[in-house]
């Protein structure tokens, strides 16, 4: 008897260890706080100020957060002279330039579509050192790494911040120079190419670093990015632009709490999460949470490029395999390309006599479906 019953009983812990598990989500994970996310800062320059708003969404939902649109957003100054920034209808609101007073202090200011007051507090302008180099390694096969170098001969700056733009050009596995239009075949004029695309991504990442502990005010090769291949992004040509920032220890403080909460959690030795506080609230509720960190202030910026050929060789992009090049017959030219799913790349002859067409699928022979633009951009050599 003692016997069937230690073995009833490992019978029941493997049955429910195998059936009876069910997923546990936090109540955290599911509750939506709707927080406003204040992302920007107020550059003083010829650089457009963009403020982006947005609503948190549950940790549990895998859409991205919510877009604030609606919104009055401004710029104030103790005089008081306001500047008006122009929504975009995404969340994102701009001015194209501003021309502030350094001797004056700013804040931002936020009425959103319900009413709701929102005020940074008052913001000193500070004034961004040069970027020294924007430099780049492959120490590995296969790891392009970038970084940014700074100094400031005042030792007045210390905290930094950075983003940077991505842009580059990349091709479509095969180069396409026909055309079907009105039922027919032609060349295809250089205007309406289809194969060379340019895709542009900004950074999401937090990038701060600072000298405090150092005695001259230096950040030697900090590190930005990696780059693994076969990414795409160096498939061609590949541009980055990087903006520095100059922020206090307060922001500094806020960021690195950020980096703590989203980059650096996951592991038993992690970050432990914590709230956030930054430099914007509610005007008549000083206990709304409200994320975001408001700096203001002149830029700095530099932009490299890295060819192909620096990083050779480099393997095909991902989206080269599977990508297979047919021929097709002279009489079935309709019914291949009336429906823009296969591109004809060009003439199949036999010495002199045409035979038919060669053609790929559209997304091997149009790089736009990688999601690119064919318009080459105004600062591209």
């Known amino acids: 008897m003692i016997l069937m019953r230690k073995y009833l009983t490992y019978f029941l812990i493997l049955f429910c260890g195998a059936d009876c598990r069910q997923t546990y989500l936090p109540p955290v994970t599911q509750k939506n706080y709707n927080y406003l996310v204040v992302d920007g800062y107020i550059i003083n320059g010829n650089d457009s100020t963009i403020i982006k708003l947005s609503r948190t969404t549950p940790i549990s939902d895998s859409i991205p957060p919510s877009p604030e649109v609606g919104a009055q957003v401004s710029v104030v100054g103790e005089q008081p002279d306001i500047y008006t920034l122009t929504g975009e209808g995404n969340g994102s609101y701009y001015i194209p330039s501003l021309s502030l007073n350094n001797t004056e202090k700013y804040k931002l200011r936020i009425v959103t579509i319900d009413g709701n007051a929102y005020e940074s507090e008052t913001i000193d302008l500070k004034t961004s050192p040069p970027i020294d180099s924007v430099s780049w390694d492959q120490l590995l096969p296969g790891n392009v790494n970038i970084y940014v170098t700074t100094h400031d001969l005042q030792n007045s700056?210390?905290?930094?911040?950075?983003?940077?733009?991505?842009?580059?050009?990349?091709?479509?596995?095969?180069?396409?120079?026909?055309?079907?239009?009105?039922?027919?075949?032609?060349?295809?004029?250089?205007?309406?190419?289809?194969?060379?695309?340019?895709?542009?991504?900004?950074?999401?990442?937090?990038?701060?670093?600072?000298?405090?502990?150092?005695?001259?005010?230096?950040?030697?090769?900090?590190?930005?990015?990696?780059?693994?291949?076969?990414?795409?992004?160096?498939?061609?040509?590949?541009?980055?632009?990087?903006?520095?920032?100059?922020?206090?220890?307060?922001?500094?403080?806020?960021?690195?709490?950020?980096?703590?909460?989203?980059?650096?959690?996951?592991?038993?030795?992690?970050?432990?999460?914590?709230?956030?506080?930054?430099?914007?609230?509610?005007?008549?509720?000083?206990?709304?949470?409200?994320?975001?960190?408001?700096?203001?202030?002149?830029?700095?910026?530099?932009?490299?490029?890295?060819?192909?050929?620096?990083?050779?060789?480099?393997?095909?992009?991902?989206?080269?395999?599977?990508?297979?090049?047919?021929?097709?017959?002279?009489?079935?030219?309709?019914?291949?390309?009336?429906?823009?799913?296969?591109?004809?790349?060009?003439?199949?002859?036999?010495?002199?006599?045409?035979?038919?067409?060669?053609?790929?699928?559209?997304?091997?022979?149009?790089?736009?479906?990688?999601?690119?633009?064919?318009?080459?951009?105004?600062?591209?050599?």
Not at 173 to 184: A, V
Not at 185 to 208: F, G, H
Not at 221 to 237: A, F, M, V, Y
Not at 259 to 269: R, T, V
Request: glycine share 6%.
């Open 157 to 381: 700056t210390r905290y930094y911040k950075w983003d940077y733009v991505e842009t580059w050009q990349y091709r479509s596995k095969y180069q396409s120079i026909l055309e079907y239009t009105n039922g027919g075949l032609v060349l295809r004029p250089p205007a309406d190419q289809i194969s060379d695309c340019w895709r542009t991504k900004n950074s999401s990442d937090v990038l701060i670093n600072s000298s405090e502990k150092l005695t001259n005010d230096v950040i030697f090769k900090n590190h930005l990015l990696q780059i693994t291949e076969p990414d795409e992004r160096l498939n061609r040509k590949y541009s980055i632009l990087v903006k520095q920032y100059v922020i206090n220890k307060e922001a500094f403080n806020y960021y690195q709490q950020l980096e703590n909460n989203s980059e650096k959690l996951g592991s038993i030795f992690g970050a432990t999460p914590s709230q956030l506080k930054g430099n914007i609230h509610n005007v008549n509720d000083a206990s709304e949470v409200v994320i975001g960190f408001m700096g203001a202030g002149s830029i700095s910026q530099q932009r490299i490029f890295i060819d192909n050929l620096q990083v050779a060789p480099w393997p095909d992009p991902p989206s080269y395999a599977g990508c297979e090049e047919l021929t097709i017959a002279l009489s079935d030219v309709d019914f291949y390309f009336s429906h823009n799913s296969y591109i004809p790349i060009d003439n199949h002859y036999d010495g002199v006599v045409l035979l038919g067409i060669y053609a790929s699928n559209a997304d091997c022979a149009d790089c736009r479906w990688e999601g690119g633009t064919t318009t080459k951009p105004s600062f591209w050599p």
